[in-house]
């Protein structure tokens, strides 16, 4: 009698032992990917480095920034990014992530990694189109490639400037807009997305993933870059059709060519190769954007905290001002006031004579002229206070020698611009971790080389 019972239960127990090891395997892995910095192995000098992200992020805050999109608890994924390569106007190209879309045979698409939208699109059935080193996208070669209808809800929802039906197959038809007066105009597709993991090379496939095939695409767009992917919180960025409630990178330095490994989903150990403390700070929500807001409290440089409180980097209440995070600008900046002040509190403590005939080509960047033999000259701490968090940078991450330059500090002013912004040069060797699921960034400095 009970090895009857025993052989009742038997499927049942069989069914429990599969669904409890996929359920262990769903959360085990992360999916990881690899990023290259636009101008890696290009030949540039430090001195061109700096200036070349200097007119970025100055190109950046002059424009105005994306549109708000809307918008997880899955196994983390790590995929492939790199660097765009930009020229002094194509500032939207910081990083690019590279995987291939349709079947059988996936197609190269190399997408700008953009933490500011929603949208994933890349080109096809060009009509106006920017220049790209390989094919658009051919959606009649993939057998798994099929149009969204114009009355599925998120041809609606899906934060478009304008969408509505396309004119004789009803197929979603839409156009987006970004900050610098960029455009994209298409048509909404579905297909299979094949990502090549990072470094042992496995390929991840996840079906029915939403994106735009853009036909109509103008603007600042760099010469090696297919579109752009949206990692923003609306429902059609990539974090969210996986659903992530993670995703997270790690910027390698940038003088240097090794790639930097980014993390879709979560990495399963973030004390692996850190070099410091986990630490996390809370994301602030901005109704009119759907940027990442952190809560900075204030600045300290050596032994001076700025005379500015957390009001001078507070979201008003009609969108205006903040603190960003942001994946695609390269310097850090702040209000002009906060930057004249932060000036004057490092010229009042490094020894060295300010170096004043290169500001207009660094766009005002600060400056010390210095010999080759004392380019390890101590500079002052810099810490930003955040809320819950101390981030105290280390030198790599706001100091750049150049022979040309000597050395200069790489945070630049905002202008007119009430925005403070943490670009990625300050980002450096930090594993960046968006928790969606929690509302948080959290971070800690590593080895990006080695994750």
Not at 143 to 171: E, I, K, M, R, Y
Not at 367 to 378: D, G, H, I, L, Y
Request: aromatic share 8%; with cysteine.
């Amino acid at each position: 009698m009970k090895h009857m019972i025993a052989l009742q239960l038997l499927p049942y127990v069989l069914f429990l032992t599969v669904l409890l090891a996929m359920s262990a395997t769903s959360h085990a892995a992360a999916l990881r990917l690899d990023l290259t910095h636009a101008d890696s192995g290009r030949g540039f000098t430090r001195g061109e480095l700096l200036r070349r992200m200097a007119a970025r992020s100055r190109a950046r805050i002059n424009s105005r920034w994306s549109p708000p999109g809307r918008g997880a608890n899955a196994h983390a994924v790590t995929v492939p990014a790199a660097r765009g390569t930009v020229g002094k106007e194509d500032f939207n190209s910081e990083y690019l992530i590279h995987f291939g879309i349709g079947t059988p045979r996936p197609q190269h698409v190399a997408l700008t990694l953009d933490t500011g939208s929603d949208l994933i699109w890349t080109q096809c059935f060009c009509q106006v189109c920017f220049p790209q080193p390989f094919p658009e996208l051919d959606t009649s070669a993939s057998g798994t490639a099929h149009g969204v209808s114009c009355f599925d809800p998120l041809c609606a929802q899906g934060g478009f400037s304008l969408s509505g039906c396309a004119v004789g197959d009803n197929s979603c038809f839409y156009t987006d807009s970004y900050g610098d007066n960029s455009v994209t105009t298409g048509k909404l597709y579905e297909d299979t997305f094949t990502f090549q993991q990072a470094p042992n090379g496995k390929a991840a496939v996840v079906p029915n993933l939403r994106f735009g095939c853009g036909m109509f695409n103008t603007g600042n767009f760099g010469s090696n870059e297919s579109g752009i992917a949206g990692f923003g919180r609306g429902a059609l960025s990539l974090p969210s059709q996986l659903k992530i409630g993670r995703f997270s990178h790690c910027f390698t330095t940038i003088v240097e060519s090794r790639p930097s490994p980014a993390f879709l989903g979560t990495p399963d150990n973030l004390e692996a190769h850190s070099t410091g403390p986990i630490q996390s700070t809370p994301l602030v929500r901005n109704p009119e954007s759907n940027h990442y807001y952190l809560s900075l409290k204030g600045i300290t440089v050596g032994k001076r905290r700025l005379p500015f409180d957390a009001s001078a980097f507070a979201l008003k209440g009609d969108g205006s001002g903040g603190t960003i995070i942001d994946s695609g600008s390269a310097l850090t900046s702040v209000p002009e006031a906060v930057y004249q002040s932060l000036v004057e509190a490092f010229e009042s403590q490094v020894p060295l004579p300010v170096n004043k005939n290169n500001t207009d080509e660094h766009d005002g960047l600060l400056c010390f002229t210095v010999s080759p033999k004392k380019k390890e000259t101590a500079m002052p701490k810099l810490i930003l206070h955040l809320e819950g968090a101390e981030w105290e940078l280390p030198r790599e991450n706001y100091v750049l020698y150049t022979e040309e330059d000597g050395l200069c500090v790489v945070i630049s002013s905002a202008g007119e611009d009430s925005r403070s912004l943490i670009g990625n040069f300050q980002q450096q060797n930090t594993h960046i971790i968006y928790d969606l699921e929690h509302n948080m960034l959290v971070f800690v400095p590593a080895r990006c080389d080695k994750l």
